[in-house]
């Protein structure tokens, strides 16, 4: 029923930008009581947060490494979260997941979309 579909990766140069858009359908509740997310995993390493938001309290929460250069944003007329990369590092590749979290504690993944920094 529920379902998270992610978009917008592909290939970017060093300094380069992309969206990441994650498109939500089939929640019973409002859009807005969830908490949702980005992660990524590279090969060999742990799937690692990017960045929170909630529109519950209006809170961002950004990884070390992305801070400043990473965004994200929700509309939730589109039922739709939004990571707005730029400044892009080859450090930077991974596959990209979206994940939303309702407040008893359900969470909800997305299939992931591969970001690739290279030049």
């Known amino acids: 029923q529920v379902q998270l579909v992610e978009s917008g990766g592909g290939l970017a140069q060093p300094g380069g930008s992309l969206r990441l858009s994650c498109v939500a359908s089939?929640?019973?509740?409002?859009?807005?009581?969830?908490?949702m997310s980005w992660y990524r995993q590279a090969p060999g390493k742990e799937r690692d947060l990017v960045a929170t938001?909630?529109?519950?309290?209006?809170?961002?929460f950004y990884a070390d490494s992305v801070k400043g250069r990473f965004t994200i944003s929700r509309d939730n007329v589109k039922k739709t979260v939004y990571l707005q990369m730029n400044g892009l590092k080859p450090e930077d590749s991974a596959v990209y997941y979206c994940?939303?979290?309702?407040?008893?504690?359900?969470?909800?993944w997305g299939q992931g979309t591969q970001v690739t920094v290279s030049s």
């Open positions: 994940k939303a979290r309702f407040t008893t504690g359900s969470t909800y």
């Open positions: 089939g929640f019973t509740f409002s859009f807005s009581l969830y908490t």
């Open positions: 938001g909630t529109d519950i309290s209006g809170s961002t």
